[in-house]
């Protein structure tokens, strides 16, 4: 092969000096234009930014990897150790696809809460049910003989304590703590996107908490990637973009089921009530609205579903939002999301930390109301997750946010059949065999079961459809609630009555517990017309949110009640 110079002369390769390919080179590089040097620089940049980047990002994960987990079980630990008479314990259970998630399990040992066993417990028969649960997967009951019986609580509370439990212990820590809670109904709650578990117990007012001392078994449930979930992230140094690959789809097909299957075995109970955070209640709408995870219904006997991220809003009211919406995503990059905002937690001041947090909760307008004035704010915002998740999901968010409507998958294409679910259910609420009696078959494991739901909405929220959500989850009898809170809603509340639908003007929202009409107590929305998308965790603790959580805990207290009653009559 031959490069003709001139048609004089000609050069082949094997008579070129080694020095040659550089001296054509430097040549052609002087004889470029402005244009080609820039581009030029702009490849080289490029190259050198990836290479810089790679590395910062590696580093950045060993540092995370090696201090967050620690800091979040620290975390967790101070915020425990701030009440009274609590035994928590940290267990991990694995997904089909790999990963392990850690659940937080809340014990109170006061003696309100055996009072609260008692009365949920109030019948004879109650032990007998009990003692007939089973934990398939364990292998023997008789190991928790193993343990010292506990001695009977004295009335001063004991602090608080945690335990992080090994995997080598799991079974003989599970086995004697489901003998010994086996008369306590189980609750297991969900945080929401870019949060964790700690957002269930940032103070002692907290619902999980107060679940726990109304006698409960409290279970706080993490998805991937959650900082306290720290134990397989170690696989994302060796394979990052596999391991970031995850939306909304991974966690309702794996982490959902695990969770449930861990929890009902770990317990004993054949039924759980789930309450879910936005997100958190999402993902559960969604999973039993798929046919191959409907019979999960079956093994829940309530649903509580506070701002629950089903029907989203269009375009929501933040310029700060929409900005973020609109950014490609190749500027996120395609492992975790703002990995820099994690990094500045470790490194930023709490104070600045905490300021900046309930600021941006304003400018992202999720949150109407203050934070609770707390010294440890703080420290929540330097703790909470914001980065601990992927940007698939982050921005299947966005993309569902700039559209709206029912909850899609990760393609953008496919829809969850949540509101055709919602619309057999309400088929169900509403006939005669599905009322407030359980002399049938309305609490039974079949295809006509139905679990009681409580959906808590606020008619400020910014990214849930307010409007949407009241008419899928509620029914034609609920359709004047939603003009109630738009139009007056500090002054008006709708309400409706067993006998008849009337609307009546009580002041201000002095009891905000809506009943469906037809579907008595087995369909409820509580309506809020102050709150946004977080208050009802988030907000200032006052005489509202506490009567709003007193709700919350009376719903369930009676559902757990009436499946106890229904577990003895099956068994008799």
């Not at 800091?71 to 990963?99: A, Y």
């Not at 306590?184 to 969900?190: A, G, R």
């Not at 578990?197 to 449930?221: E, I, N, P, Y």
């Not at 517990?513 to 998308?533: D, N, Q, T, W």
């Amino acid at each position: 092969m031959m490069f003709q110079f001139n048609s004089s002369s000609s050069v082949s390769f094997s008579s070129l000096s080694p020095f040659s390919g550089w001296s054509l080179l430097l040549y052609s590089f002087t004889n470029m234009s402005l244009l080609q040097h820039l581009l030029l620089l702009f490849i080289a940049l490029c190259v050198l930014w990836t290479a810089f980047a790679n590395t910062c990002r590696k580093y950045l994960y060993s540092v995370l990897d090696s201090t967050v987990y620690e800091k979040g079980k620290s975390f967790t630990e101070h915020l425990i150790n701030r009440t009274d008479g609590f035994e928590c314990k940290v267990f991990t259970c694995k997904t089909k696809d790999g990963c392990r998630l850690q659940l937080l399990r809340i014990i109170y040992k006061g003696e309100e809460e055996k009072d609260h066993v008692k009365k949920m417990n109030s019948s004879s028969c109650d032990q007998e049910a009990a003692s007939t649960c089973s934990l398939p997967s364990l292998k023997n009951d008789s190991s928790h003989n193993n343990h010292p019986s506990k001695q009977p609580h004295s009335h001063t509370l004991h602090p608080s304590t945690i335990n992080y439990c090994k995997s080598a212990q799991q079974l003989e820590e599970l086995l004697h703590d489901r003998e010994l809670h086996k008369q306590k109904p189980v609750i297991f709650l969900q945080h929401g996107l870019l949060e964790s578990m700690t957002v269930w117990c940032l103070h002692k007012d907290s619902l999980a908490f107060q679940l726990a001392r109304k006698g409960f078994d409290v279970w706080l449930g993490n998805n991937r990637t959650s900082w306290f979930g720290q134990q397989h992230l170690v696989s994302r140094l060796h394979d990052e973009v596999n391991f970031w690959k995850f939306s909304i789809d991974e966690i309702i097909y794996y982490d959902l089921p695990a969770m449930i299957d861990f929890v009902r075995q770990a317990t004993g109970q054949d039924k759980i009530c789930w309450m879910g955070m936005s997100q958190g209640a999402g993902q559960l709408f969604a999973a039993l609205s798929l046919p191959e995870f409907e019979h999960y219904k079956n093994y829940l006997y309530a649903i509580v579903g506070i701002s629950p991220a089903c029907f989203l809003k269009k375009n929501p009211r933040s310029f700060i939002l929409r900005i973020l919406m609109k950014i490609p995503r190749f500027f996120f990059g395609d492992r975790e999301f703002v990995v820099g905002v994690a990094f500045s937690q470790l490194l930023l001041p709490k104070n600045f930390i905490g300021y900046m947090g309930e600021r941006a909760l304003r400018w992202l307008n999720i949150q109407q109301n203050p934070l609770p004035d707390d010294p440890m704010k703080g420290e929540w915002f330097k703790n909470i997750p914001l980065g601990c998740t992927s940007v698939n999901n982050v921005t299947h968010w966005f993309n569902m946010l700039k559209t709206g409507g029912c909850l899609r998958k990760f393609n953008n294409k496919e829809v969850y059949p949540i509101n055709s679910m919602l619309a057999k259910w309400k088929e169900m609420y509403h006939s005669t065999e599905h009322d407030d009696t359980i002399s049938n078959s309305a609490r039974t494991n079949d295809a006509n079961y139905v679990p009681p739901i409580l959906v808590c909405l606020g008619a400020k929220d910014n990214v849930v459809d307010f409007e949407e959500s009241l008419k899928q989850f509620g029914c034609d009898t609920c359709s004047s609630l939603h003009e109630s809170c738009r139009d007056n809603s500090e002054e008006a509340i709708t309400t409706h009555s067993n006998n008849n639908n009337t609307t009546t003007k009580e002041g201000r929202l002095e009891n905000s517990m809506k009943s469906c009409h037809s579907a008595f107590k087995r369909c409820r929305i509580l309506v809020e017309p102050e709150y946004g998308h977080t208050d009802f965790l988030w907000c200032q603790v006052n005489d509202k949110l506490l009567r709003h959580y007193n709700e919350i805990i009376g719903f369930v207290q009676e559902q757990a009640k009436l499946a106890r009653r229904c577990q003895q009559q099956q068994q008799q």
